[in-house]
């Protein structure tokens, strides 16, 4: 049964830092397309970070650049959002990815696989 599974979430001050980690368990991670995405209320839903994984192209939306960071360990078929220099703006839900094969895609539908969510809250 493939599943992903976010984790790291939580309550943080603007300012902080959160890591955010999704593992995979029933394919393997290498072939795949991988990213993040965010929902907050009454707002639509965006792509944060993606990634063709080993083919090398990654995106950032343009409210994130410099501040947060997309890895994956493919050995431990898990993927990492790292997010430091919080603000209030990104509050929402986020949501990990995967696609087969592996490409760069920006648009959560594109997506073959998605997990439950992981709240994150960034108060001031």
């Known amino acids: 049964e493939v599943q992903l599974v976010e984790s790291g979430g939580g309550l943080v001050q603007a300012g902080g830092s959160l890591r955010l980690s999704c593992a995979a368990s029933?394919?393997?991670?290498?072939?795949?397309?991988i990213g993040w995405f965010r929902q907050a209320p009454g707002k639509e839903r965006e792509a944060v970070s993606c990634?063709?994984?080993?083919?090398?192209?990654?995106y950032y939306a343009d409210s994130v650049k410099g501040r947060f960071t997309i890895s994956s360990d493919n050995a431990k078929n898990t993927l990492y959002l790292q997010m430091n220099s919080l603000k209030p703006e990104d509050t929402a839900v986020y949501y990990c990815?995967?696609?087969?094969?592996?490409?760069?895609?920006?648009?959560?539908?594109?997506?073959?696989?998605r997990g439950q969510g992981t709240q994150v809250t960034v108060y001031s």
């Open positions: 990634t063709s994984n080993t083919h090398g192209s990654t």
């Open positions: 029933g394919f393997a991670f290498d072939d795949y397309a």
């Open positions: 990815a995967a696609a087969y094969p592996a490409r760069l895609l920006l648009h959560l539908e594109e997506y073959d696989f």
